[in-house]
């Protein structure tokens, strides 16, 4: 478990993240989503001990990062944003070197890096040149590092930037036989990764969490507050009378008038006296379903109804309203 409280990290006067406050629990895959810029490294990069924190604790398995960091940093493993790789070494000499920098008992390192390597699928290269290998491998023996000495916790910075379609199914695949075993945290910018592997989604931003949940909590979330798009033909004011009168509708309002006939280009344009179709916007209290009377009512009203549609927000709504931004990759 990873216990982050008041996490607060500034450069000059700005913030890079500003008052986090975190529980990880054991053994669930966790996603940092956010744009660039989010704070995601940031905070990777504080719980890790890599980077030190202006203000605010992280606890590690009951360690203190700053107070304890050996016994909070040997619950971890790391695949930072460049991965720390020796590119001279090959996969087999680097793996041995960072099982020795780990302390991993001399007589399990073996059996150890070739489980690992299996798990990965690195052993076909395992006597390669690190600087040799394709991006994709790489990433590889990056994540089979962070592997090393199989910490309860593994994090994972963007596993997947750089990488084609099938290497990112791998990886994926990879990382959710992880689950239960380990807990993961990785981070990524791409909202469709994150609901794909993660039981948790945390969205930064801008230095903030701003949401969190699992993938079906998110989207129930923004859905709660349900909203209807009318349109109808005839006299606006009736409606809003009707819309006035109902105790499920929280407000409304008329989105714009458009000409009868426009929809349909086989009708006469222009006839004067012809109601016009207009349309509104209703906002709904959370789990009320008014579409049947409303329905009803504006009939009985002899107005009738052209369409009557529930707005659902998908995560991708939801992750660019929180995140403010159209730097993101859906
Ligand atoms: P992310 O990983 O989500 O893309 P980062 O944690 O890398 O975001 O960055 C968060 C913010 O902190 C950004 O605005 C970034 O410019 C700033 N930042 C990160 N590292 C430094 C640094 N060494 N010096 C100054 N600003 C930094
Ligand atoms: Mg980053």
């Known amino acids: ?103 991993v008992d001399k007589k399990d390192r073996s059996k150890q890096i070739s489980d690992i390597m299996d798990m990965v699928e690195l052993k076909e290269v395992k006597d390669k040149l690190i600087r040799s290998l394709s991006k994709g491998y790489r990433q590889r023996v990056g994540m089979a590092q962070a592997m090393i000495s199989f910490p309860d916790i593994i994090i994972l910075d963007e596993p997947t930037v750089g990488l084609d379609p099938k290497q990112i199914i791998e990886i994926r695949d990879l990382i959710r036989s992880l689950k239960g075993k380990h807990t993961v945290i990785l981070s990524s910018h791409i909202l469709s990764e994150v609901s794909a592997v993660c039981d948790k989604i945390l969205i930064l931003s801008k230095g903030s969490l701003v949401a969190q949940g699992t993938p079906e909590e998110l989207e129930m979330m923004m859905q709660s507050e349900g909203e209807l798009e009318l349109t109808v033909k005839g006299d606006g ?33 222009g006839s004067e006296n012809e ?16 579409r049947d009377r409303l329905s009803i009512r504006l009939a009985e009203r002899n107005i009738p109804v052209y369409s009557l549609i529930k707005n659902e927000k998908t995560l991708e709504d939801i992750f660019l309203e929180l995140t403010d931004t159209q730097e993101v990759s859906l």
């Open 1 to 103: 478990m990873i216990e982050i409280s008041g996490l607060s990290k500034k450069y000059g006067s700005s913030y890079a993240i500003k008052d986090l406050n975190l529980k990880i629990e054991d053994g669930l895959i966790y996603g940092f989503l956010g744009p660039n810029g989010a704070g995601k490294s940031t905070t990777m990069n504080i719980i890790t001990g890599y980077l030190s924190a202006t203000s605010g604790t992280v606890t590690v398995d009951g360690h203190d990062i700053l107070k304890e960091p050996e016994e909070a940093k040997s619950c971890i493993g790391y695949l930072p944003e460049t991965p720390p790789l020796y590119p001279e070494m090959t996969v087999m000499e680097y793996m041995s070197f960072v099982a020795e920098l780990k302390k």
């Open 237 to 269: 004011e009736i409606v809003s009378d009707i819309l006035s009168d109902m105790d499920e509708v929280i407000s409304f309002e008329s989105t714009g008038n458009s000409l009868k006939g426009e929809e349909s280009g086989d009708r006469e344009v």
């Open 275 to 290: 109601p016009e179709l207009i349309s509104f916007s209703i906002k709904v209290k959370e789990g009320e379903e008014i």
